[in-house]
C-alpha cells in the first residue's frame, strides 16, 4: 500500500517512524519510459531513447522518508 503524493517533497506522518517529516524523493525511470525507448529503439531512434532517460518529464518520483529511509509512495507520470 502506498501513500498518494506529488512531485515534490511533501510534509506527511511516516507510517514506519510515526514522525512529522518532509519526504526526500528521487526520481526513477518507470515502466512506460522503458516501454517508450523500446519502441523509440526499434524505430532507430536510439538518441530519443536516451533522451528519455535525461528528462525529468519521463520519470517516476519515490519518496522515503529522510528519518528511516523508509519507502512511503511513488508519484506516477
Ligand atoms: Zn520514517
Do not use: D, F
Not at 526520481?27 to 536516451?50: F, R, V, Y
Not at 535525461?54 to 528519518?67: D, F, G, K
Amino acid at each position: 500500500m502506498s501513500t498518494p503524493v506529488g512531485s515534490k517533497p511533501c510534509s506527511l506522518l511516516c507510517p514506519n517512524c510515526h514522525q512529522q517529516v518532509t519526504t526526500r524523493t528521487e526520481a526513477k525511470a518507470s515502466n512506460k519510459t522503458h516501454i517508450l525507448a523500446l519502441i523509440l529503439g526499434a524505430l532507430c531512434l536510439w538518441p530519443c531513447a536516451a533522451c528519455l532517460y535525461c528528462t525529468e518529464c519521463a520519470r517516476n518520483t519515490e519518496h522515503y522518508c529522510p528519518s528511516c529511509n523508509n519507502y512511503i509512495g511513488s508519484y506516477e507520470r
